[in-house]
């Protein structure tokens, strides 16, 4: 194959040159996504005429992430990781000029149907993570995920800041202001998917495979390699618990983080106060991102998902304990941050223990598993804590974060592979 000819010199551009591109085109996409999501609800409520149907938009989002996740990872497997993203956010776009006329036109539901098309843009653009990892050997792995997640915090930091230049921009435009998010975040997606085409070249897949061919002639085998089922595949021990990290990581994270907001307004807190806390708890998740990757690459991936769970322990026992913003500031950043750990260091386990030629639908799958648990928990927790208050959903988050310790403590014990080799170094 001619990818094979490619000289070490040119591997490491390639390399970087995937990163740049990747960690530029995520910026983009949470930017647009957060600058039209801080209006979501409002407009939901504004074009159905009910309060009770702000959140519909949002759980719609997610199930069309969900149900994209699959079949974007099978494009990628057959077509390229570059085919995969373009076709994601292609479908983001669509998404966002729907929203933005339904909105201009009054119709909740071509709104609706556009966060459908926007959630499978998202399906796309969160297994950049995954595209990024595999083009760098399993030692360095977790560190490149841990920078495109960093990514985001751009876009939490600036998303925000452009709804009011968008609503400026909508008024040249004689439309309504509210489509304004919508109207720039479409063309900051065209910015990305021109970026996603023109330069992540050669394609991350070929990369990839060129990459485990080396390791493979560095380390030969005599076992011939049988091609496995995705049955197969997610029965592996490595995989279950990457995949139990991401999930239940996301779950804690969403049940706690949902509801936080509410619990203040129950007991008085201004919207600055409410503002502060979930700001701190954007810090969290994303603000170490590069630091959690790199230490990842030296403690292992095993303990730092049971450290994130730890760390999850302890945001879900402060949570109830005081109503005061310093307190609740603490649990809601060490809640990103057990995110921010099991999340960076799961996604490392599964890209480990997959072939190139299995990671876009394995990944894929793993994608829409986490879009469920991310739904699961928004729509369960007002019912939990209409039940038992913010001690009863700090109470679930607690029982899945200690069942996520016992886990991976249990298969780490027995499973040595998911350690990386020269780790604990």
Known sequence: MAATLITASAQTSAQRRTVATLFTTQSLFSAATIAAFTLTAIVAADLSGRDSLAGVPATIQMLGRAAAAYPIGVLMDRSGRRAGLTV???????????????????????FCAGAVLIGMGRSASEQSRFIGAEVFPQWQRARIIGILVFAGTIGSVGGPLLVIPATHLAERFAMNTEAGPYLLGAGLMVVALAITFGFLRPDPKTLGALLDSQEEAAHPTTAAKSVRTLRQILGQANVLVALAAMIIGQLVMTLLMVITPLYMRHHDHTTAAISGVIMAHTLGMFGLSAFTGWLIDRLGRAPMIMLGALVLVVSALLAPLSTGVPLLATSLFLLGLGWNFTFIAGSSLLSDALESHERGRVQGVSEALVALASGAGSLGTGGVFAAGGMGAVAAVGLAFSLALIAWAFWIGRRQSALVVPGSLN
């Open 88 to 110: 994601g956010f292609a479908a983001a776009i669509a998404g966002l000029l729907l929203s933005a006329l339904a909105i201009d036109g009054g119709s909740f539901l071509f």
